[in-house]
Structure formats: C-alpha cells, structure tokens
C-alpha cells in the first residue's frame, strides 16, 4: 500500500500555480500532495478574481450592447432590463464549474487533496489543520510555496465588504450602487468598475499616479484613459485618499492632491479598494526553518525557484514579478520539470498582460519607456483598427496596435494593443517573441481577410514604413 503520509512534492497553495504545479509533477511520475484552506481550488483567480469578473464583464457589456449598440447594427431592441441576480447566478455557475473542473483534474492525476492551512512544520514536514481541527503532518522531499497574494490595505479606509469593498465585494453587490468610487487605476478596478458603469452606475477613479495602469505603455493608457472617459468613468489622478467615513447614506472619502494642497471630500455609496496586492506568507511557518523574505515581503527565490532553505521552493504571487495566472501557471511548469530533472524555463519578457474592459488592452515586453530609460534604439510601427474593414463592420475601431523592434536586428521587443480584442491578438505575437522573430517575419505572414488581426500585420509593416491600407 502507497504511504499516504510521505509524498515527492507537496504544493502549499491550489491556486492556478500550485494545482498547475501539482498536475505536472504527477504527469511527470512524482506522488503529489496539494494543501488549501479553501474548500475549493483555483485560489482567488477561480474563485473570486479573474473567472468572475470575466463573466460580470462579457455580462455587462451585452447589456451595453442591447441598450447602446445593437442600434447602430439595425437590431431594434425593446424592453432591455438588467436581471442582476440571473447575472450573478450565471457568474457563479461560471465559477463552479470551472473549480469542479480542476477537482476533476487532481483525480485524473491521482493527487492527493488536503483540505487545510498548510504550514511548514520544520525542513521536510508540512503541517495542516484537517476538517476535524486535528493537525496533520506529511512529509515531503520537496516543497512548493504557492499560496498567491491577498488584497493590500489601504491605511484609514477599512474593508468590510459591505460599503467599502475589495474586489471580493465588488463581484457580489446585490444591486447596482448609484455612485462607485475606485480608490486605485490599475486593473482590477478599471475592470469592476467597467462591470458597474455599464450596468448604471456613476463611476470615479481616484488614482495616486498621474496616469492610470501602471507599468502599462504610457501611449496606450493614455488614449485608454479617453476612451474609458467618453464611457463615462470619471478620473481623478494624482491624488490620495487619505480617510473614510461610513454612513447609512453612503462613504465620504478624504482625498488630498498628491503633490499638496487643500483636501476635499468625495461621496459615494460604494468605494472599491483596489490599490494592488501583497504576497499572502502569514502563518506558513516560514519563520520554523529561516526562509528569507524580501523587504516587499516577496518569498527570495534563486534560479529554479528556490528558496534559501533545501528542498523549498517558491511560484507565482508570492515571489512577485508580474502578478498573473498564467505567470504563475508558467512557474508551476517549470518548476515541476526542474524537479524531474528537465530543464524547465520562463520567458519572462513573453509573458502578456490583459484588460478586460472594452476595448481590451494588452502589453507585451518591453514599453516604449523602458526602452528609452535602456537607451536601446528600438523603431515604431503603429496600425488604428479604424483602418481595418473587420473592425468597421464591428463597429469596433477604437484603438491601434503598436510594435516596437530593434533598430539594428528588427527582433520584436515590444507590443501593446488597444482595441477590440486586443488579449487574443497579442497571442501571435508571444509566439513571436519566444522565437525571437523579427517584425518582418510578423508583416511577411499570411493573415486571413478580412480580420481583426489583420492590424496586427499592418504594424508589423508600419515598422519599416511600409503599412499598406493607411
């Protein structure tokens, strides 16, 4: 009988790293183990982050659509009404059956599930308090730290998920509010709070930078910004929120201007905190066996993930970088096939960030800003999707895609999409640069008409200036 007590790899963590982790490293031989707390897998991107709100805005925006869009397209639509709880009920199931489907995926690949917080007990030996309340140990040649991030507070405003809220409360309201404030210009937020504008609220963003998605090409962001405005989303940049104050009728933030000056007070009924994340280490023991921690509060890992304690290693939020999924999910790979002795690998300038609003935005490599802070001479190559026949019979031609390569070699360093669809058009050109192709390669492949990513072709040849349709 298998010794259900000692395992290869135990995986502390069931998000989209961790259960990714786990069903490589069994696809590869090794006996798995996976610790989570919560009752389901898929940690927050499952459960309470990416695959809700994904639902909430394909939701909305055909909402948007039937009231706004259809118009224009010679479909005349009577008597639209939201139906919020028919919408949410089709977000959760959206949810349940992705999260059941991963419960599929650990029995397909005989891992063992333990339902429990998961600690290291001391080099070697995970802990985990069962169902029961009774605490567990197992053994493990090989630890895996993926236990993701958690929302980062926001010192003087407190979340209690009713009026003031995380992403958490964001997907779960239970009526449209009448006026949101996003206290944050990053992902998350744009992204909600697309969700609520659409479904009738007045929406404000209340950004500390002076531009909004950070980290993002300051080009498109930009123009992003104008678009979200001709939505409808108000902005308020360059200022903190220093103070809030619940109500029956609502929230009264404290906002002061960043570089100094006179506060003022904005009111809202809900105000969504979503300021970024942290990493999530609290009670995992760390501290039993010395495993380091960055300023930031970031696990250290070294090449192949490794902690500075043998036989522990660490993926995904946790570790930093860019915070995403498929990040994270890219790591678990990895990791699992450096364990099995392959040579496992992450191309970290490969890995694309997506907006869901409408349009999409997607980022890709390296911005136009870091280039210049590099001193790389790189070239441009810019499309509008306004040029493009597909886009105008979608009546969907806001935006542009912009490609920057190497002035000396032509490699593809960089790309960034605004537009319609921007998170599937962008796949091509993740391929393209983890074969490092040039622009070139891009501009001479055959991309069928009319589509979408035919823009993605014209910037590939506006790079050499030689764009055909505009």
């Keep these: 009988m298998a010794d259900t007590s000692s395992f290869d790899v135990v995986v502390i963590g069931g998000g989209p790293g961790g259960y990714v982790c786990a069903i490589r ?69 959206v949810v349940e059956a992705t999260v059941k489907g991963v419960d599929f995926l650990m029995k397909k690949n005989k891992i063992t599930r333990l339902l429990g917080t998961g600690s290291i007990k001391s080099k070697g030996v995970v802990a985990y308090a069962g169902e029961d309340g009774k605490v567990k140990e197992i053994t493990a040649k090989h630890i895996v730290i993926a236990t993701g991030s958690e929302v980062a507070p926001l010192p003087g405003v ?3 998920e009713k009026q003031i809220v995380s992403s958490t409360g964001a997907i779960a309201l239970t009526k449209v509010p009448k006026s949101l404030v996003l206290v944050g210009g990053g992902v ?62 609502g929230v009264t933030l404290t906002v002061e201007p960043k570089a100094g000056g006179a506060a003022e007070e904005l009111n809202a009924e ?19 066996v010395g495993v380091a921690l960055d300023k930031r509060g970031f696990v250290e890992v070294a090449h192949g993930y490794k902690t500075n304690v043998e036989g522990i290693y660490a993926i995904g939020d946790v570790v930093g970088g860019a915070m995403l999924a498929h990040k994270a999910e890219e790591e678990g790979v990895a990791l699992a096939e450096l364990l099995a002795g392959q040579a496992g690998h992450v191309n970290y300038d490969a890995i694309p960030a997506i907006v869901y609003t409408f349009p999409e935005i997607a980022g890709l490599g390296k ?59 962008i796949q091509e050109c993740v391929v393209a640069m983890e074969f490092k192709a040039a622009s070139e390669d891009i501009a001479r492949s055959s991309h069928g008409h009319p589509g979408l990513y035919e823009v993605v072709k014209e910037a590939a040849l506006a790079v050499e200036g030689r764009a055909l349709h505009i």
């Design 188 to 249: 998350i937020g744009l992204e909600l709070g697309s969700v609520w504008r659409r479904l009738g609220a007045e929406v404000m963003v209340v950004e500390f930078l002076d531009a909004i998605l950070p980290g993002m090409d300051a080009e498109v962001a930009t123009a992003a910004r104008r678009l979200f405005e001709k939505q409808g989303i108000k902005f308020k940049l360059g200022a903190k929120v220093t103070g809030a104050k619940t109500a029956k009728s």
């Design 25 to 93: 490293a069994a696809q590869l031989g090794m006996s798995v183990a996976i610790v989570e707390k919560m009752k389901t897998l898929g940690g927050t991107c499952l459960n309470i982050g990416c695959i809700p709100s994904k639902a909430l805005l394909h939701s909305s925006h055909l909402f948007e659509e039937a009231n706004h869009g259809f118009a224009a397209q010679g479909i005349k639509v009577s008597g639209v009404a939201l139906d919020l709880p028919g919408m949410m009920s089709h977000k959760d199931k």
């Design 367 to 425: 911005t136009e800003e870091q280039l210049k802070a590099a001193n790389v001479a790189y070239k441009v190559g810019k499309f509008p999707f306004m040029a493009n026949a597909r886009a105008r019979a979608m009546a969907a031609t806001d935006g542009f895609v912009k490609i920057l390569a190497d002035a000396t070699t032509d490699q593809v360093l960089g790309v960034h999409i605004l537009g319609a669809q921007a998170g599937e058009l």
């Design 158 to 160: 407190a979340i209690d």
């Design 270 to 288: 809900i105000v969504l905190v979503a300021i970024g994340r942290r990493p999530f280490t609290q009670g995992l023991g760390l501290e039993n």
